[in-house]
């Protein structure tokens, strides 16, 4: 049940002596039952990840076809922000919540169908439904992390809630390999095609086995959510001030954010953050296995060390917070990722690998801090103005299909065109960088001039 709005839950009051807490008493069980959800989501995003280069070998088409995965699967977030946050608005965090893992459920069991039917197109629509829950769930959950206390710790508590998300990545990340990759039939694209051509009875039946193995995980993943929905949907939440405020003022709202440069510059930097996310992630496979030869498997264990880089990032570079503001840090990461992609295009080898590794140090806490940065001082318009944000999250979808059309194009003089479809990855972080400094030297959040 909801709590009544009369009894709303205040956001605690700052103190001119005493520190903020980061996380107030009142909300602390709410803060780690909504922080689960971070695990849950990071889950999908990152066993879903390997899946581009496992369709494209199962069902013989392009990188640019295969990439349609990411596009269906982030496109969700694109479609589904500004609803989310108007259903928000209208009622409240935890009917978000609930709607967000409803849909997360339906899109993960609908891969049975999908499976049945052999059909591309119906997987690319469960990942499609899948992400409208998710885009719920992040419309939600960041800016519900973000009320739960004063609002000078509200990025930090974000960036802490944030830090879980990776565990359920590692997670996605060893179930991918250990339990699809690694049962996928190990015959190569070239031999199936073959194999396709001469006997497509035998291609039918290995289609029919490696469709198998991916749709397993995804139907456990979707009764693992259903039990999340009973969970949230018989606990009460607290509502955080300004919540019982349902009137949806969506005209004046816009205005006011559309108005508000250092968020709408917020949006566009969210958005190629998370293209250079998704491109990093998703295409690592691809770079071990064409400039290096190692097998799908084999390559995604690299793809999990850099999620464990990520990770332990995450942890050091919140702890940094508390000396540096959180535009100098963004600004710092930006350029050192920049850095380590023009060493993924012009050193060759296992070092060129180790540098795209290295960018996940660097994207770590790139997301939940633009979303604060973004965020801070806009009241009960965060509401909408989180949508926008997860709206932004769409660059996953615009950005993995362009690098997989470059991927499948003749190399570039010395450089394969492999590796020079990074030069997308590079662009976006020199976009992030130029907000990390514009945040600090030109629009100043609220929170840091208190």
């Known amino acids: 049940m909801e709590t009544p709005a009369s009894s709303a839950v205040p956001a605690p009051q700052s103190s001119l002596t005493t520190p903020p807490a980061t996380i107030a008493r009142t909300f602390l069980g709410s803060f780690c039952l909504v922080t689960f959800l971070f695990s849950l989501w990071g889950f999908a995003n990152d066993v879903t990840n390997p899946m581009v280069a496992a369709f494209k070998n199962i069902l013989l088409i392009s990188n640019f076809e295969s990439s349609l995965v990411q596009f269906a699967f982030y496109g969700g977030y694109c479609l589904m922000a500004i609803p989310a946050a108007l259903f928000i608005k209208r009622f409240t965090y935890k009917s978000g919540i609930l709607m967000g893992l409803a849909l997360y459920a339906a899109g993960c069991l609908l891969f049975i169908p999908a499976g049945m039917m052999t059909a591309f197109w119906a997987f690319l629509l469960a990942y499609f439904i899948m992400t409208c829950g998710l885009s719920f769930l992040e419309t939600s959950a960041n800016p519900y992390i973000l009320s739960m206390g004063d609002e000078r710790t509200a990025t930090r508590r974000l960036n802490f809630a944030q830090a879980f998300n990776p565990m359920g990545s590692i997670t996605g990340m060893f179930v991918a390999q250990m ?25 039918d039946a290995m289609v029919q086995h490696d469709l198998s193995v991916i749709i397993g995980p995804y139907v456990t993943l979707g009764l693992v959510v259903l039990a999340a929905f009973i969970v949230f949907a018989l606990v009460k939440l607290p509502k955080t001030a300004g919540e019982e405020n349902n009137e949806i003022a969506l005209i004046p709202t816009l205005k006011r954010l559309f108005h508000n440069k250092r968020y709408i510059e917020g949006v566009v930097a969210q958005a190629f953050y998370v293209g250079a996310q998704i491109m990093c992630w998703t295409f690592i496979i691809q770079y071990a296995m064409n400039e290096l030869g190692m ?50 295009m012009f050193v060759p080898g296992m070092a060129g690998l180790y540098c795209l590794i290295g960018v996940s140090a660097c994207m770590s806490l790139m997301f939940p801090t633009i979303y604060g940065i973004a965020l801070d001082g806009l009241g009960d318009d965060a509401k909408l103005g989180a949508a926008g944000l997860i709206l932004a999250i769409g660059g996953g979808s615009l ?52």
């Open 399 to 450: 950005m993995p299909p362009m690098q997989g059309a470059i991927l499948d194009m003749d190399n570039f003089g010395f450089l394969s065109s492999t590796r020079a479809s990074f030069i997308l990855s590079f662009v976006c972080f020199v976009v992030i960088a130029i907000y990390g400094y514009r945040a600090f030297a030109v629009h100043r959040p609220p929170s840091e001039t208190t």
């Open 179 to 203: 339990i699809i990759l690694a049962n996928l039939n190990p015959t190569k694209e070239a031999e199936r095609r073959v194999i396709s051509q001469n006997d497509p009875s035998a291609f």
């Open 295 to 344: 097998t799908a498997k084999e390559a995604q264990g690299y793809n999990i060390v850099a999620m464990a880089i990520f990770v332990s990032s995450r942890f050091i570079c919140t702890y940094l917070l508390k000396y540096i503001t959180p535009g100098h840090l963004l600004l710092y990461l930006a350029m050192g990722g920049a850095t380590l992609v023009l060493g993924v």
